[in-house]
């Protein structure tokens, strides 16, 4: 069965493809720089280049395929967040959505499943709340981000079933946010973001993955779901257990008034945002996670 996957060089992308790959799934890569995805995933997929605009170029990429992953988006964190640079993000991930629904529709054979990226970010912050599916976006950058990422996906052809996911933090080694995180507690300075009491909703990368894999196989997955472990923890704590893991203290905060200073909007809602998220319709669904509380899955991480 023939899975496209668009965005296999990310973090997230690139366990993907080989975790599929390894259960030999038929896959396809579609990416701006194919050379590039080729050095860094193996030559085991067939490889086709796309600038993540031009929908029609799609159509002979998309043909006879049985699934499309859609992991593609501008970094968030690539730099600060002028007006220029948020459009970009925003364009960047709409625009490519809309290329790949347009090809769908198009395609005479239409693919079973479209798994699209989206972020929990679409919930806003709040200190108090714990958020399911069932809540509406928020208000801030990333909200307004998040939710016309999914309306994109508005005009797909209903023959075709959707899942939505809503990705929380995503810790693994070698990437994504626990790097970032990681590097002060190696030289012994590291410590808590902010307050610390900011809800911080992670997943291990793993059960990231797993979950992918578990849309594509059960027929009954539809609409957005939530990807983050069961128990989220406040961020002084995700500090606390990270030293711990890692044999490092964690006594040096990083102040909230430093953050906004050093990154501006991108530091108040990525790193000071509070969002305590329940994965209530990946539970509903039956999926079983390997790593529900944080302890055990840093110590996966870092082999300890």
């Not at 720089?33 to 193996?42: I, K, S, T, W």
């Not at 309306?151 to 075709?160: I, R």
Request: net charge negative; with cysteine; aromatic share 10%.
């Amino acid at each position: 069965m023939k899975i496209v996957i668009i965005g296999a060089t990310g973090f997230i992308g690139s366990r993907l493809f080989s975790f599929l790959d390894k259960e030999e799934y038929d896959l396809t890569v579609v990416s701006r720089d194919v050379e590039r995805a080729r050095e860094e995933l193996g030559d085991h997929a067939e490889f086709c280049e796309w600038d993540g605009e031009s929908g029609t170029s799609l159509d002979r990429i998309l043909k006879d395929t049985w699934a499309v992953i859609n992991l593609a988006g501008e970094s968030l964190a690539s730099g600060r967040w002028t007006e220029k640079r948020k459009e970009q993000i925003l364009n960047s991930r709409t625009e490519t959505v809309q290329a790949v629904v347009d090809a769908i529709n198009r395609a005479e054979r239409k693919p079973e499943v479209y798994i699209q990226a989206s972020a929990i970010g679409y919930y806003g912050s709040d200190s108090k709340k714990t958020f399911t599916e069932n809540d509406a976006p928020g208000h801030n950058f990333l909200a307004q981000v998040s939710q016309k990422w999914e309306e994109a996906t508005a005009g797909l052809h209903p023959d075709v079933r959707l899942v939505l996911i809503r990705t929380g933090i995503v810790i693994g080694a070698d990437g994504g946010a626990l790097q970032q995180m990681a590097r002060p507690f190696k030289f012994g300075i590291g410590g808590y973001i902010g307050s610390g009491k900011q809800w911080f909703s992670w997943i291990h990368i793993d059960d990231e993955i797993r979950a992918i894999q578990f849309f594509l196989e059960n027929k009954d997955t539809q609409g957005a779901y939530n990807l983050v472990a069961p128990n989220p923890v406040r961020m002084k704590t995700f500090a606390r257990e990270l030293g711990k893991v890692m044999h490092r203290p964690s006594w040096f905060p990083v102040p909230g008034f430093a953050i906004k200073a050093l990154m501006g909007q991108m530091g108040n809602e990525m790193l000071l945002a509070s969002q305590k998220v329940s994965p209530q319709r990946l539970d509903e669904a039956g999926f079983s996670f390997h790593f529900e509380e944080v302890r055990p899955a840093l110590t996966n991480i870092y082999n300890m």
